[in-house]
């Protein structure tokens, strides 16, 4: 079953992101959508993440780091850009 909550500003200095980013839960995978545009998905089972959004804006990306601290993906602007839409990048934790 699926579950959509507002990502929480937990590392960001922000108070919170207005109703512009959220997380989609469904069984093992999180989703994080930011401005209704789905970002990028991760598997907390296999410690991977793809790369849904082959793009870049300065607001997306503080979504993309809250996200991935949250749940420790190791990010950087670096791997990111390294990476295709819809490609898979393995990561431990």
Do not use: C
Request: proline share 1%; hydrophobic share 35%; glycine share 2%.
């Amino acid at each position: 079953m699926e579950e959509k909550f507002e990502l929480a500003t937990i590392y960001s200095q922000r108070k919170s992101f207005n109703h512009k980013a959220f997380v989609i839960a469904e069984n093992d995978n999180l989703t994080l959508v930011s401005y209704g545009i789905k970002i990028m998905t991760v598997n907390l089972i296999n410690k991977k993440f793809t790369k849904l959004w082959d793009s870049f804006s300065k607001t997306t990306w503080t979504h993309i780091l809250e996200f991935s601290k949250q749940n420790n993906i190791p990010m950087s602007k670096k791997l990111w850009d390294s990476l295709g839409k819809d490609e898979q990048y393995i990561y431990e934790s």
